[in-house]
């Protein structure tokens, strides 16, 4: 990995997963030491990894994971990657970086200022913070003291492919997750398309939108 020192695991342990519609799942999650931002992410490892397993970078996200907002789609891209990486195996990588790594008081700052009628992007910078704060330099770490070198990344986002083959992350395949569209996020996800180049279909949100 490029100038980036490694990381170790730190514990593993094994929970059952159980979700609201009733899908349960047990699955490995394991901590670390030695993580470039000092933050306490954690994989989950589901299913029966394989030489390259399908990977999720999710960012924590509170309203959405805990709360159900539907004024974004974290909770159901969450619900989902957990059954599809556990039907194929692979890892969940659950990051804290809420709000794009702005913090969570940052987060319902900016969502004020959407309502107000600027983008989510938009907000961030009326608030002087960047559009995405991300980097997965931790990311990468954690996935090399797996012993992923190589993987299919779930995700619509290019930046996250990008950044890990950055670091030394081989990502063979970039798979899109669901679409998953409320009456509250279709401006959200529509502005991912054209602020960040997400494949998301950009006709039907803005259709959407429009009605």
């Given at each position: 990995?490029?100038d980036t020192p490694?990381?170790?695991?730190?514990?593993?342990?094994?929970?059952?997963?159980?979700?609201?519609?009733?899908?349960?799942?047990?699955?490995?999650?394991?901590?670390?030491?030695?993580?470039?931002?000092?933050?306490?992410?954690?994989?989950?490892?589901?299913?029966?990894?394989?030489?390259?397993?399908?990977?999720?970078?999710?960012?924590?996200?509170?309203?959405?994971?805990?709360?159900?907002?539907?004024?974004?789609?974290?909770?159901p891209q969450l619900?989902?990657?957990?059954?599809?990486?556990?039907?194929?195996?692979?890892?969940?990588?659950?990051?804290?970086?809420?709000?794009?790594?702005?913090?969570?008081?940052?987060?319902?700052?900016?969502?004020?200022?959407?309502?107000?009628?600027?983008?989510?992007?938009?907000?961030?910078?009326?608030?002087?913070?960047?559009?995405?704060?991300?980097?997965?330099?931790?990311?990468?770490?954690?996935?090399?003291?797996?012993?992923?070198?190589?993987?299919?990344?779930?995700?619509?986002?290019?930046?996250?492919?990008?950044?890990?083959?950055a670091l030394g992350?081989?990502?063979?395949?970039?798979?899109?997750?669901?679409?998953?569209?409320?009456?509250?996020?279709?401006?959200?996800?529509?502005?991912?398309?054209?602020?960040?180049?997400?494949?998301?279909?950009?006709?039907?949100?803005?259709?959407?939108?429009?009605?």
């Amino acid at each position: 990995m490029p100038d980036t020192p490694a990381a170790t695991p730190r514990a593993r342990v094994r929970v059952p997963l159980h979700f609201a519609d009733g899908y349960a799942v047990d699955a490995e999650l394991v901590t670390f030491h030695g993580l470039a931002d000092g933050q306490e992410h954690i994989a989950v490892v589901l299913g029966e990894p394989g030489p390259v397993p399908l990977v999720r970078l999710h960012s924590e996200c509170l309203t959405g994971d805990v709360f159900g907002s539907a004024r974004c789609d974290c909770g159901p891209q969450l619900r989902e990657a957990v059954e599809r990486i556990a039907e194929r195996g692979g890892v969940l990588l659950y990051l804290r970086q809420e709000g794009r790594g702005i913090g969570l008081y940052n987060k319902l700052d900016a969502y004020a200022l959407q309502d107000r009628g600027l983008d989510t992007y938009e907000a961030n910078a009326a608030l002087g913070l960047p559009e995405d704060a991300r980097d997965y330099t931790a990311a990468a770490q954690m996935l090399r003291a797996l012993g992923v070198d190589e993987l299919d990344l779930l995700s619509n986002n290019p930046d996250k492919a990008g950044q890990l083959r950055a670091l030394g992350v081989a990502v063979r395949d970039r798979v899109p997750t669901g679409v998953f569209t409320t009456a509250h996020n279709v401006r959200y996800l529509r502005a991912k398309v054209l602020q960040t180049q997400h494949t998301l279909p950009l006709a039907e949100l803005t259709e959407l939108s429009a009605g």
